[in-house]
């Protein structure tokens, strides 16, 4: 048994109240949050929203967090199964579909001020001791503020992809797929999250990649 992905459903007539609320320091908005983790939307009551200019707010809103999450209009939770079955949200070709069109873009995605995004993208191959210990000091001080990492990475010696997903300070991985001769060997990770440093980010990594002699 495998996770298949993560289906939220969004309140379309009060999310943009939620959206809004002021939180007290150090509390989390969830609306966000959930609206950021999710690989798949359920945007329901939609009948109760007055206009077709209101419902594209919504939308407009959902993408601000979450770009390129899929989203289902629905009334009364009505849906279709095979939008919420067969996700594979978590799978190494969606990994990787979403990496490349994520790191098309160069720059941090920064929409909604409270969420960013930055994407690495660097050739080689990591070394897997230093790897475990990055991720490690990572989802140890920097979990609370990331709500979703993902990545396909080539770690030395190993002949099959290295998957890995998080949310918040919760890691899974895998091994998927082999490496084809003559592919080059590269490392992608995207990170979603808030107060998200791309220079901590990017340096932090390359201290794991093989032939760097920094470390953890």
Known sequence: MRLDGILTMVDAKHIIQHLDDEKPEGVENEAVEQIAFADRILLNKCDL??????????EKRIRAINEKVPIKRTTNSEVEMDFILGIKGFSLDKIIEMDDAFLADEHDHQHDSRVT?????????????????WISWLLKEKGVDLFRSKGVLAVKGMKQKFVFQAIHMLFANSM?????????????????????????????????????????
């Open 49 to 58: 929203v007055e206009s077709e200019e209101e419902l594209k707010e919504v």
């Open 117 to 133: 995004s930055v994407g690495i993208d660097v050739p080689g191959e990591v070394v897997q001791q230093k790897l475990n210990d």
């Open 176 to 216: 998927e797929g082999l490496w084809d001769p003559g592919e080059e060997k590269r490392c992608k990770m995207v990170f979603i999250g808030k107060n998200l440093n791309r220079e901590e980010l990017t340096s932090g990594f390359m201290k794991c990649m093989a032939g760097n002699t920094g470390g953890y």
